[in-house]
T-cell receptor
Framework: GAGVSQTPSNKVTEKGKYVELRCDPISGHTALYWYRQSLGQGPEFLIYFQGTGAADDSGLPNDRFFAVRPEGSVSTLKIQRTERGDSAVYLC?????????????FGPGTRLTVL | AQSVAQPEDQVNVAEGNPLTVKCTYSVSGNPYLFWYVQYPNRGLQFLLKYITGDNLVKGSYGFEAEFNKSQTSFHLKKPSALVSDSALYFCAVRDGDNFNKFYFGSGTKLNVKP
């Protein structure tokens, strides 16, 4: 079946601009996660959705970052006033349920470059 | 604090030889441990996980991992490496007290030479 998809695969923007990154989880998965992966590092947790609500947004670095999941399926990560330090690969993952036993399945990521 | 350590940035092995990629962890609750593999320009692919039960876990592509509670380790192993196993490997832990998020190691690059 279809896996997690993310669009765009690459995004180049200028400092100060606004960007939106989209994630389409595996059908039927209720839990959705966003991570950020900087060069040479492992992914770092940003935010987790259970259904439509953000159940844990403790990883968002500041208030320029925001994410929504209005219908409990597709999610959008929004970054305002982008900075060069925001350049990274943004990964989305989904799992059937938010149980500790459930595997998270990752999308291919969106590579964001802020010039 | 929860954390994962992968002490080797890179592991080099010859094709056909056994391989080990090391991982140690620190959590406050029960650990739930995962291994993922990442190929260039691809997302993370799930390999295997330890939840409970047998300390030796078998996963995809002939990989296995051994959970050792006393050493807080979860090393990834394969009896006979293939060139196609060359990739970036990530260990991740989920804390049983707060299982919303994974904590990832920094990754180990596996190079399998023909």
């Amino acid at each position: 079946g279809a896996g997690v998809s993310q669009t765009p695969s690459n995004k180049v923007t200028e400092k100060g601009k606004y960007v939106e990154l989209r994630c389409d989880p595996i059908s039927g998965h209720t839990a959705l996660y966003w991570y950020r992966q900087s060069l040479g590092q492992g992914p770092e947790f940003l935010i987790y959705f259970q259904g439509t609500g953000a159940a844990d947004d403790s990883g968002l670095p500041n208030d320029r970052f925001f994410a929504v999941r209005p219908e409990g399926s597709v999610s959008t990560l929004k970054i305002q006033r982008t900075e060069r330090g925001d350049s990274a690969v943004y990964l989305c993952a989904s799992s059937l349920l938010p149980r500790h036993t459930d595997t998270q399945y990752f999308g291919p990521g969106t590579r964001l470059t802020v010039l | 604090a929860q954390s994962v350590a992968q002490p080797e940035d890179q592991v080099n092995v010859a094709e056909g030889n056994p391989l080990t990629v090391k991982c140690t962890y620190s959590v406050s609750g029960n650990p739930y441990l995962f291994w993922y593999v990442q190929y260039p320009n691809r997302g993370l692919q799930f390999l295997l996980k330890y939840i409970t039960g047998d300390n030796l876990v078998k996963g995809s592509y002939g990989f296995e991992a051994e959970f050792n509670k006393s050493q807080t380790s979860f090393h990834l192993k394969k009896p006979s490496a293939l060139v196609s196993d060359s990739a970036l490997y990530f260990c991740a832990v989920r804390d049983g007290d707060n299982f919303n998020k994974f904590y990832f190691g920094s990754g180990t690059k596996l190079n399998v030479k023909p």
